[in-house]
């Protein structure tokens, strides 16, 4: 297949690059600067436009673009950063798609499991309902951008979760623990959804071809807790795990403390295991433990 990605030079993307490209996909990508090779077309999401080439060549469109939600503060304005860089890009996509004489076969967009918000106790499936706070109202509003794709192309927002890999959420997190800094936060008994990069990226992989559509969960079949996400990594690194951040420190952090660390998600993948999708790892130890061997 040909698979155009937009954000494919960063933390999971360039993950999924190589795994598509293994498969003998050709992949092309969106750049925001002037295009150097002959597989970038140009797009500017904050003006709505892209190069109608890329989407008329495409058998397949994935859209991995936004600002990061692991820088902190979120001020007023980057707060608007991360909505706009999602819902713009998006839009852009489905709008190009909408006018292509030869549109793709399927668009798969991102999405996050920060839809469902803090719901302790509850086991959180695709039809579960909307949660609170900023980040779900961003996911819904983003969502919203990807379903505007007109038939007959397939359109899947996948919700990840917290992915396990060399980048995104572990980048502070991995030189902290290798200090012996190692933290819980709040109680640490919040659920916090995973997904190893290489399920994420084979997921999506997966979902090119699947005849999935709508909404599909993408975290790890094992509930993991946050205590034990962190605790797991400074266990792989054999280093202390002794603090914790309380819960009003964290709360100082703002709707970033709360939507990032505090809120309990209990997600379930059952679309895509019911797809029969097999994980490589089906627990966050085995992901942990693989990502500091490949330190």
Known sequence: ???????????????????????????????????????????????????PRAIDGADAVINLAGVSTGRIPWTTKYKRQILYSRVNGTQTIAEAIARSATPPAVFLNGSAVGYYGDQPGAVLTETSQKGEGFLSDVVEAWEHAARLTPAPTRVVVF????????????????????????????????????????????????????????VVNLAGPTPATSREITDGLADAMHRWHKFTVPEFAVNALGDAGNDLLLSSENVSP???????????????????????QSL
């Open 1 to 51: 297949m040909r698979i155009l990605i937009a954000g494919a030079s960063g933390f999971i993307g360039t993950e999924l690059t190589r795994q598509l490209q293994a498969d003998g996909h050709t992949v092309t990508t969106l750049v925001r600067s002037a295009p150097r090779h002959s597989n970038e077309y140009l797009w500017m999401p904050s003006e709505l436009t892209v190069d």
């Open 159 to 214: 919700r990840t979760g917290l992915v396990v890999g060399k980048g995104g959420a572990f980048t502070p997190l991995i030189p902290l623990t290798m200090a012996g800094l190692a933290a819980s936060f709040g109680s640490g008994e919040q659920n916090w959804p995973w997904i190893s990069l290489y399920d994420e990226a084979a997921a999506i992989r997966h979902l090119l071809v699947s005849s999935l559509d709508g």
């Open 270 to 292: 059952q679309r895509l295991l019911d797809d029969g999708f097999q994980f490589r790892h089906e627990t966050a130890e085995a992901a942990l433990r693989e990502l500091v």
